[in-house]
């Protein structure tokens, strides 16, 4: 996931910490991540991503989905 191999690029390189939101990590790829908090969440979840964001300066967005969705749900 390019996600994971960008956390570990940014991870020493960036002052403060690194926040990722994941909607499910194993336990292998997140002992990797040892400055990173990990949010578990939906981004289609308003309440979610609200959450997730609360406080960030600057967000990297990476998430891809083939299926079209839309503001409307929330």
Do not use: Q, W
Not at 22 to 49: K, N, T, W
Not at 52 to 70: D, E, K, M, Q, V
């Amino acid at each position: 996931m390019i996600g994971s191999h960008l956390i570990r690029y940014f991870e020493g390189k960036i002052p403060g910490p690194i926040r990722a939101i994941v909607r499910s990590l194993s336990p292998v790829d997140a002992s990797r991540m040892r400055d990173v908090e990990i949010a578990y969440g939906d981004l289609s979840s308003l309440h979610d991503c609200a959450a997730f964001a609360s406080g960030l300066r600057t967000i990297i967005y990476l998430a891809h989905t083939n299926t079209p969705i839309t503001s409307d749900s929330d």
